[in-house]
């Protein structure tokens, strides 16, 4: 099992450029999540899905938007990027019978000048 | 508004030490609590507590939690250059729809093991 896989690793954009964090992990998980980690704190949770189809804000949703259109995958996507955007995002999944259990993908460092 | 408190917020040790870290939560709609370790990427998950006095061990870590007082501590013994790292906590709450496993995180406390 691959577990949890980001794309990409790192990336550089300019105001007002969009973009797309790719996330899929193949352990068949129920819940996925997506966090965001800014230097010197903790995680902070954007959105978050139950299941394919179903998703839901969480604390920080604004500027950001999610699908899931199937189990495997989770893609969030910036919309108009401001350097407030600037941070490390992880994306998570879990299981329905243990969803505190997390398992992170390795991270995407986004810097948005 | 809900909030996780971690602390220290950084600590240096020598190996062979004893370390204690400390984490305070007000959350509603309290679930669990949760332990994580940050290396260099990605948390990885260490314990989850659900009921006071109850110590939950693994090797040389363990961790207790306090319903009644807010808190957790966890507690690393003969520590090793391998456990420099950040050590988070999250408290599970029912809060965003009611759907499990949303996590409130706090900073971390970073943890460095000097030879």
């Known amino acids: 099992n691959a577990g949890v896989t980001q794309t990409p690793k790192f990336r550089i954009l300019k105001i007002g450029q969009s973009m797309t964090l790719q996330c899929a992990q193949d352990?068949?998980?129920?819940?996925m999540y997506w966090y965001r980690q800014d230097p010197g704190m903790g995680l902070k949770l954007i959105y978050y899905?139950?299941?394919?189809?179903?998703?839901d804000k969480g604390e920080v949703p604004n500027g950001y938007n999610v699908s899931r259109s199937t189990t495997e995958d989770f893609p969030l996507r910036l919309e108009l990027a401001a350097p407030s955007q600037t941070s490390v995002y992880f994306c998570?999944?879990?299981?329905?019978?243990?969803?505190?259990?997390?398992?992170f993908g390795p991270g995407t460092r986004l810097t948005v000048t | 508004e809900d909030k996780v408190v971690q602390s220290p917020l950084s600590l240096v040790v020598h190996e062979g030490d004893t370390v204690t870290l400390n984490c305070s939560y007000e959350?509603?709609?309290?679930?669990?609590l949760l332990w994580y370790k940050q290396e260099k990427k990605a948390p990885t998950f260490l314990f989850m507590l659900?009921?006071?006095?109850i110590e939950k061990k693994s090797g040389r870590l363990s961790s207790i939690l306090d319903k009644k007082e807010l808190f957790s501590i966890l507690n690393i013994t003969a520590t090793q250059t391998g456990d420099s790292a950040i050590y988070l906590c999250?408290?599970?709450?029912?809060?965003?729809?009611?759907?499990?496993?949303?996590?409130?995180f706090g900073k971390g406390t970073k943890l460095s093991v000097k030879p």
């Open positions: 998570a999944s879990g299981m329905i019978a243990r969803p505190y259990e997390q398992y």
């Open positions: 352990m068949n998980h129920n819940y």
């Open positions: 899905s139950v299941g394919a189809g179903i998703t």
């Open positions: 959350v509603t709609n309290f679930r669990s």
């Open positions: 659900t009921s006071s006095g």
């Open positions: 999250a408290v599970e709450t029912l809060n965003y729809g009611g759907s499990q496993g949303n996590l409130i």
